[in-house]
Nanobody, 124 residues
């Protein structure tokens, strides 16, 4: 059974940086598209970033493009989200997710496996 465990959340000042990590177990990470989603209080879960199985051609939500960078290390069974120039509106619970697909996807319904989430709070 695939399991995902996020870490790296916390409180950060606006303009600062944070790196989230996702540990993958129970399967072969290279068989999955990896994605990051977030959910702010009172809002639905939204797509943040995704990366192909081979690490090529990452895709980002417009709201984070140029500030966030998704990466993966298949040898270490990990995925990461580097978040720079953080804004208060980035405050949310961040979730790592895995989709058993050949092509990259931003559709939340395509992701079968989810972590428990890690909280990021950005103060102004």
């Amino acid at each position: 059974q695939v399991q995902l465990t996020e870490s790296g959340g916390g409180l950060v000042q606006a303009g600062g940086s944070r790196r989230l990590s996702c540990a993958f177990s129970g399967g072969t990470i290279s068989s999955y598209v990896m994605g990051w989603f977030r959910q702010a209080p009172g809002k639905g879960r939204e797509f943040v970033a995704a990366i192909r199985r081979n690490g090529m051609t990452p895709t980002y939500a417009d709201s984070v493009k140029g500030r966030f960078t998704i990466s993966r290390d298949n040898a270490r069974n990990t995925a990461s989200l580097q978040m720079d120039s953080l804004k208060p509106e980035d405050t949310a619970m961040y979730y790592c997710a895995a989709a058993s697909r050949f092509s990259i996807t931003t559709d939340i319904g395509d992701y079968a496996y989810w972590g428990q989430g890690t909280q990021v709070a950005v103060s102004s």
